[in-house]
Each structure stands twice: as C-alpha cells, then as structure tokens.
C-alpha cells in the first residue's frame, strides 16, 4: 500500500500558523485512528494529536490550545492546524493511520519555527 501523503509544511516565524494535511489512497480516515506524531533531530519521536474514528481528540500538553487536529470526511484528509507556533515545534512531523486491519506511515513533512 502507498504511504500517506503529508503536506503543508515549510518555514514560519515564531507566534505564526502552519496547516498540515494528511491523505492517501485506498483508506477511510473516518474509519481509524490517525495519529500526528513528530521528531526533532536528535530527539525520540513523540505523539503530537489523535483523532479517532469517533472524532475525539487528544494532544500532548505542550500544544494544547495552540494545536488543533480535525478530520475532513468530504475530502478524506486529516488536518493538524498549528497556531502560535514556538521554536521547539520544529521537527519532522508525520500522520500515521491505524485499525484493526490496517497500519499506515506517511514520509513525513518539515515544520521549521525561527527568526
């Protein structure tokens, strides 16, 4: 199966906003758990959000009320709204996807937070 497809990364200063999505191909978000997880160089990798088939939510403490994960149904994507961004948000952000019946990576994508 392909991996799914991260987007919307890039460079923003401090205190800026960056929208992440997450697609793929033969696979119904609404039907897993997906997962935004991250790592910074030199760091583990650490869960970021969740969002599951039900719709809850859940973040790491460090992005409560700065991050805001969603899920399209229409366009079949998962979204990871970022406001108030800091530095050590910085890392390579990646969705994963799972069920019972499925275990799905994306490559990951780069956020990078500075001046």
């Known amino acids: 199966q392909a991996p799914l497809v991260e987007s919307g990364g890039g460079w923003v200063q401090p205190g800026g906003s960056l929208r992440l999505s997450c697609g793929g191909s033969e696979i119904r978000f609404d039907s897993c758990t997906t997962y935004w997880y991250r790592q910074a160089p030199g760091k583990q990798r650490e869960l970021v959000a969740a969002i599951r088939s039900s719709g809850r939510t859940d973040y790491r403490d460090s992005v409560k009320g700065r991050f805001n994960i969603s899920r399209d149904d229409t366009m079949n994507l998962v979204n990871l709204q970022m406001d108030r961004l800091k530095p050590e948000d910085t890392a390579t952000y990646y969705c994963?996807?799972?069920?019972?019946?499925?275990?799905?990576w994306g490559q990951g994508i780069q956020v990078t937070i500075s001046s």
């Open positions: 994963i996807a799972q069920s019972e019946v499925l275990d799905r």
